[in-house]
């Protein structure tokens, strides 16, 4: 086992490093990716060393790029598109839904577009609107996409390597305020013993309430957990927004009774209602309290000096938990 302390940025760009010495046929494509590195240094030292052909850096122009990859994913390339923020992404929406969620369908199964779509997501790093954004909702809805998001450097790491072995489309979530957190990171990970890519974890267990988290919001909520004084929470990484491992979400709530949801995007029509009318269908005679939602605001990403207001914290979190014991 060969060990490394990486920040999750560093264990991306280890992973699609590995990727590409694995498979010849694997090309990093978006703005300023190659001599750059990303704007946040992602893909820092890829071009130099795979050349420019395998890294390429494309115009300011998101919905060329993903119609470029679904091209190149004919011809049996195996592209990784980067979108350099999150808001950025909806001038590539169009190739994303009508295109490629829908090919593999549109051919009876005969076409396979191995795309995956990296997307920096969340706030709390002092961006404003288009830089903040968390549009996992408008994905999980679209039929034919994998949607998956890490929140640790060790899940990264193996996480992308699944995902540009995927032969589906992947949307991949990355939480850029997590790019800096450091954990270690086995590089010998073997995949096919790694976590399934659509599985989620129990991050720390617990009996009293189930916390469901993913990305940005998971190390907010293991922070709460340890803030916890009287209640004992369970944190579940869910990792994989579709599919959605609903086994180890049932067996967690039919425990503990109770369920708090926490996400970054707004609450109103955000995927954590998606989990509470699940949850509810499956654990009905389990629960002794509605399933409850921490989440943004109904409103445009605010200016930096009010996001710690917007985003959900350790106050807010354990508010929530609290009232599930009030019923």
């Known amino acids: 086992m060969v060990a490394e302390t990486l920040t999750l940025a560093k264990a991306l760009n280890a992973g699609m490093r590995r990727a590409m010495e694995d498979d010849g046929k694997v090309l990093i494509m978006g703005e300023d990716v190659g001599r750059l590195g990303g704007v946040f240094r992602v893909t820092d030292g890829l071009q130099k060393d795979f050349g420019e052909e395998r890294v390429i850096d494309t115009p300011l122009a998101e919905s060329g790029i993903v119609g470029t990859a679904i091209g190149l994913a004919l011809r049996g390339y195996r592209p990784v598109c980067e979108i350099q923020f999150d808001g950025f992404v909806f001038p590539a929406a169009d190739q994303i839904i009508t295109q490629l969620a829908k090919m593999h369908m549109r051919s009876l199964g005969q076409v396979n577009l191995p795309v995956v779509i990296r997307i920096p997501c969340g706030g709390g790093i002092g961006a404003v609107e288009h830089h903040s954004e968390s549009p996992e909702a408008y994905f999980t809805h679209?039929?034919?996409?994998?949607?998956?998001?890490?929140?640790?450097?060790?899940?990264?790491?193996?996480?992308?390597?699944?995902?540009?072995?995927?032969?589906?489309?992947?949307?991949?979530?990355?939480?850029?305020?997590?790019?800096?957190?450091?954990?270690?990171?086995?590089?010998?990970?073997?995949?096919?013993?790694?976590?399934?890519?659509?599985?989620?974890?129990?991050?720390?267990?617990?009996?009293?309430?189930?916390?469901?988290?993913?990305?940005?919001?998971?190390k907010t909520c293991l922070e709460a957990a340890s803030a916890s004084a009287d209640r004992s929470l369970e944190v579940i990484d869910l990792r994989s927004l579709n599919p959605l491992d609903m086994p180890t979400v049932v067996e967690s709530v039919r425990k503990t009774g109770r369920c708090v949801v926490v996400h970054e995007a707004p609450v109103f029509s955000g995927y954590g209602a998606e989990l509470a009318a699940r949850i509810t269908e499956s654990c009905f005679y389990h629960l002794e309290a509605p399933v409850l939602r921490v989440g943004g605001f109904s409103t445009p990403y605010p200016p930096s000096r009010l996001e710690d207001h917007y985003l959900p914290d350790l106050d807010r979190i354990l508010h929530s938990v609290d009232q599930t014991f009030g019923w």
């Open 142 to 218: 679209t039929a034919g996409l994998r949607v998956v998001v890490c929140s640790n450097p060790a899940d990264a790491y193996t996480m992308i390597r699944q995902a540009v072995a995927c032969d589906d489309p992947v949307i991949f979530f990355e939480p850029k305020r997590r790019y800096w957190d450091k954990a270690s990171v086995d590089l010998d990970a073997d995949l096919a013993a790694s976590t399934p890519m659509g599985s989620a974890v129990v991050a720390l267990p617990g009996t009293d309430v189930t916390v469901l988290a993913y990305g940005p919001s998971v």
